[in-house]
């Protein structure tokens, strides 16, 4: 029996640094390299998700480009986190907007104290609605999967049949931001907890070639962290940062668009992010065609000799 190359796309999380992701689909379009599966985390299943469904990278930049406009994803929360990194980097502020970012920080700690997400169910669902089509997973046109975490069992749930919507909303629904998912027994949250770049899910949707993307954070170098809460989400970058190389090191390919100075909440960078990811597939071509071909060429020669075995020549 003939042996298929499959190429599948295991598309990591990253927040607005995701976007990059529409870069890498497009420069795979340009160079006419099939997609045969798609799996994605959080950013990476709403891009790879919606991609499945429209097969066309042109129309997945524009769509970004209204998205972001339409529902005003570069004010809030997502600009208030976002200048508060920057804000960090510069620490140079006058006294009134050293208060004002005093008094929001410490809004935020309160109100994720008090409730389970800073943003309602709706803020990430309606989106998602205007994007995609109310079908099935199973009628995308390309074979997709988006990974999710059970938040009470610990298990990580591959979401490949149903709603389209609803895997997208659990995949991403970034923990203490938005709410849970509640299906049965499960909430269903960001699979980034355990499979920041899903690997192991693309390969189980038959891919047999997988090019990873994975969206790096700025990990600084820290001498001193000012609250607890900074103690943490410290260490759970750290530890993330170590299970993201363990996973990469099962793909044949990966892909790391230069993304680390763009804020996970700054969706004001929608331009950017899509060229770095435009850009680093680009500087991949050559070694993606090439072991493409190498694996081709070896069950090529795999099928010659097992044929010669059979037929009793060797």
Same mark, same amino acid.
């Given at each position: 029996?003939?042996?298929?190359?499959?190429?599948?796309?295991?598309?990591?999380?990253?927040?607005?640094?995701? /976007?990059?992701?529409?870069?890498?689909?497009?420069?795979? #379009?340009?160079? =006419? $390299? +099939?997609?045969? %599966?798609? !799996?994605?985390?959080?950013?990476?299943?709403?891009?790879?998700?919606?991609?499945?469904?429209?097969?066309?990278?042109?129309?997945?930049?524009?769509?970004?480009?209204?998205?972001?406009?339409?529902?005003?994803?570069?004010?809030?929360?997502?600009?208030?986190?976002?200048?508060?990194?920057?804000?960090?980097?510069?620490?140079?502020?006058?006294?009134?907007?050293?208060?004002?970012?005093?008094?929001?920080?410490?809004?935020?700690?309160?109100?994720?104290?008090?409730?389970?997400?800073?943003?309602?169910?709706?803020?990430?669902?309606?989106? /998602?609605?205007?994007?995609?089509?109310?079908?099935?997973? #199973?009628?995308? =046109? $390309? +074979?997709?999967? %988006?990974? !999710?975490?059970?938040?009470?069992?610990?298990?990580?749930?591959?979401?490949?049949?149903?709603?389209?919507?609803?895997?997208?909303?659990?995949?991403?629904?970034?923990?203490?931001v938005f709410p849970p998912l509640k299906v049965d027994n499960q909430l269903l949250s960001d699979g980034g907890v355990t499979s920041l770049v899903p690997v192991g899910a693309v390969r189980k949707l038959g891919a047999n070639f997988v090019i990873g993307v994975s969206i790096p954070e700025m990990?600084?170098?820290?001498?001193?962290?000012?609250?607890?809460?900074?103690?943490?989400?410290?260490?759970?970058?750290l530890t993330r940062e170590k299970l993201n190389r363990l996973m990469l090191n099962e793909c044949d390919v990966v892909i790391t668009p230069e993304v680390k100075t763009i804020h996970w909440a700054n969706f004001g960078k929608v331009d950017e992010c899509i060229q770095k990811g435009y850009e680093?597939?680009?500087?991949?071509?050559?070694?993606?065609?090439?072991?493409?071909?190498?694996?081709?060429?070896?069950?090529?020669?795999?099928?010659?000799?097992?044929?010669?075995?059979?037929?009793?020549?060797?």
């Amino acid at each position: 029996m003939k042996q298929k190359i499959k190429v599948g796309l295991a598309l990591g999380g990253g927040g607005a640094r995701g /976007l990059a992701h529409i870069g890498v689909l497009k420069a795979l #379009e340009e160079e =006419k $390299i +099939p997609i045969d %599966a798609i !799996a994605g985390t959080s950013m990476g299943a709403i891009v790879g998700g919606t991609y499945a469904q429209i097969g066309d990278s042109a129309k997945l930049i524009a769509m970004a480009h209204d998205l972001i406009d339409k529902f005003d994803l570069k004010s809030g929360w997502m600009k208030f986190l976002s200048d508060e990194w920057m804000r960090g980097e510069k620490r140079k502020e006058n006294l009134l907007k050293e208060l004002g970012y005093f008094v929001r920080r410490r809004l935020i700690y309160v109100v994720g104290a008090s409730r389970i997400s800073l943003e309602p169910k709706e803020k990430l669902l309606k989106p /998602l609605k205007v994007v995609l089509e109310d079908q099935p997973i #199973e009628k995308a =046109k $390309i +074979p997709f999967a %988006a990974v !999710a975490i059970d938040l009470i069992s610990g298990k990580e749930v591959l979401l490949k049949e149903g709603s389209m919507i609803e895997a997208l909303y659990a995949s991403s629904s970034i923990e203490g931001v938005f709410p849970p998912l509640k299906v049965d027994n499960q909430l269903l949250s960001d699979g980034g907890v355990t499979s920041l770049v899903p690997v192991g899910a693309v390969r189980k949707l038959g891919a047999n070639f997988v090019i990873g993307v994975s969206i790096p954070e700025m990990i600084k170098r820290e001498t001193k962290l000012g609250s607890g809460i900074e103690v943490i989400l410290r260490a759970d970058a750290l530890t993330r940062e170590k299970l993201n190389r363990l996973m990469l090191n099962e793909c044949d390919v990966v892909i790391t668009p230069e993304v680390k100075t763009i804020h996970w909440a700054n969706f004001g960078k929608v331009d950017e992010c899509i060229q770095k990811g435009y850009e680093a597939t680009k500087i991949k071509i050559k070694e993606i065609k090439e072991k493409i071909d190498k694996r081709k060429s070896l069950w090529s020669r795999l099928r010659k000799n097992l044929a010669q075995v059979i037929s009793g020549k060797e």
